[in-house]
């Protein structure tokens, strides 16, 4: 297989077979991000994708899982989408889950019983970049959706049967925006209720709008103390129904967390206001070990 690089997958599927059916990202237009602004978005050819499948299916014991690559998998038609996932689990036998990202709108964009029936063909669990609650963030970073889709978007998804994977982004909101995006993004997750959430740390990356920005002085970037107590708000705000996995473990994040809500919610919330208070007990990454 040949790959069209970048190539990007969640930290999660690390032991994924990667299999690119679509290049780019369907919305390739947010400030902060970089990681497909190289790539003009395309669906790839169902000739493309098969070829893949068969040098892949040429050794396809311990392929467990599959992950659709580039940006949104949900972008193809569901016709398409049900053939290849029928083909993935035909041609690998041990197969147990297939995942790709989601967009918002391309959720948005499918009915109902079009999720169900690419659900119940097998793609199991969708990556979805919440990022931000906050209706003016989100226009800011031209994320494409206000808070309501957003959520409309999520709770379809569940609906659908699928696992929902949600990231946000702590410090999108810069300086001023502190409070407001963690108080804004509890409230769409708890109205969501993901089943997974992941917080990264915003990490602006060069050739981006939000790098631009900063640049100028036109963003302020929060320091390592007001990233965790923005988190902490973030935290202590959460209120998941059922059980949801917390991670915070990313290359971005400046204290490792990991914890299981609503259980955890309360130690979690504490952990991270011992850390802001009395930061000398702590060792935080170094901005020389963060990255994406």
Same mark, same amino acid.
């Given at each position: 297989m040949k790959?069209d690089?970048?190539?990007f997958r969640?930290?999660?599927?690390a032991?994924? #077979?990667i299999?690119?059916?679509?290049?780019?990202?369907?919305?390739?237009?947010?400030t902060f991000c970089g990681m497909?602004?190289m790539?003009?978005f395309?669906?790839?050819?169902w /000739?493309e +994708?098969e070829?893949?499948i068969?040098e892949a299916?040429?050794?396809?014991?311990?392929?467990?899982? +599959?992950?659709l690559?580039d940006?949104?998998?949900?972008?193809?038609e569901t016709e398409?989408?049900?053939?290849?996932?029928?083909?993935?689990?035909?041609s690998?036998?041990d197969?147990?889950?297939?995942?790709s990202?989601a967009?918002p709108?391309? #959720? %948005?964009? !499918?009915s109902l019983?079009? %999720?169900k029936? +690419?659900r119940e063909?097998? %793609?199991?669990l969708?990556? #979805?970049?919440?990022e931000s609650?906050?209706?003016s +963030?989100?226009?800011?970073?031209?994320?494409?959706v206000? /808070?309501?889709?957003?959520?409309?978007?999520g709770?379809?998804? !569940?609906?659908?049967?699928?696992?929902?994977s949600?990231?946000?982004?702590?410090?999108?909101?810069g !300086?001023?925006k502190s409070?407001?995006n @963690?108080?804004?993004?509890a409230?769409?997750?708890n109205?969501?209720q993901p089943?997974?959430?992941? @917080?990264l740390?915003?990490?602006?990356?060069?050739n981006t709008a939000l790098?631009?920005?900063?640049?100028k002085?036109e963003f302020?970037l929060?320091?390592?103390?007001?990233?965790?107590q923005?988190l902490k708000?973030?935290?202590?705000?959460?209120?998941?129904?059922?059980?949801?996995?917390?991670r915070?473990n990313? @290359?971005?994040?400046?204290? /490792?967390?990991?914890?299981? #809500?609503p259980?955890?919610r309360?130690k979690?919330?504490?952990?991270?206001a011992?850390?802001v208070?009395?930061?000398?007990?702590?060792?935080?990454?170094p901005e020389?070990?963060?990255g %994406?």
């Open positions: 790959y690089m970048p190539l969640p930290p999660s599927e032991f994924s #077979l299999l690119q059916v679509t290049l780019g990202c369907s919305h390739n237009a947010c497909y602004k790539k003009k395309r669906v790839r050819e /000739p +994708i070829k893949d068969n299916a040429a050794f396809p014991e311990g392929v467990e899982r +599959i992950f690559a940006g949104n998998a949900l972008a193809l398409m989408l049900e053939n290849l996932l029928g083909r993935l689990y035909q690998f036998p197969l147990k889950r297939v995942t990202y967009g709108r391309d #959720l %948005l964009g !499918k019983e079009e %999720l029936r +690419i063909s097998g %793609l199991k969708l990556y #979805l970049g919440v609650g906050s209706a +963030i989100l226009e800011e970073v031209n994320k494409g206000s /808070p309501d889709e957003m959520v409309e978007a709770r379809r998804a !569940k609906e659908a049967g699928f696992e929902l949600v990231t946000v982004l702590t410090g999108l909101g !300086k001023d409070l407001e @963690a108080v804004d993004t409230a769409v997750l109205s969501m089943d997974y959430v992941g @917080a740390t915003l990490t602006p990356t060069p790098y631009s920005k900063m640049k002085g302020q929060l320091d390592p103390l007001e990233n965790l923005e708000w973030l935290v202590e705000r959460l209120d998941m129904s059922e059980s949801c996995l917390f915070c990313h @290359a971005s994040n400046y204290l /490792p967390l990991r914890g299981t #809500l259980q955890d309360d979690l919330a504490g952990l991270l011992d850390v208070e009395n930061p000398n007990r702590y060792r935080l990454k020389s070990m963060r %994406l």
